[in-house]
């Protein structure tokens, strides 16, 4: 993980305690869980709201497609 600084480091450590931020160390990069994406959208103005979901669906075109035979397999929980 990342070193943090300044005044979102106790906001970022409660996420991740909650289970609603995760680190992806291989990604090098955070995941937001859906449902604070989602509280977060709907606060967002009309214009504001249609620029960023353009901005996701731009990211996601962008992304290769990987078919489910190229797929990584989840680890096993148990």
Do not use: C, I, N, W
Not at 23 to 49: C, I, Q, S
């Amino acid at each position: 993980m990342p070193a943090l600084r300044g005044p979102l480091t106790g906001t970022v450590r409660k996420l991740e305690r909650r289970g609603l931020l995760q680190y992806e160390a291989r990604a090098r990069r955070y995941d937001l869980h859906p449902v604070v994406g989602a509280v977060a959208a709907a606060d967002l103005a009309g214009a504001d709201r249609e620029r960023l979901g353009q901005r996701v669906l731009d990211h996601f075109l962008s992304v290769p497609h990987r078919h489910y035979e190229q797929a990584e397999r989840a680890p096993r929980r148990g």
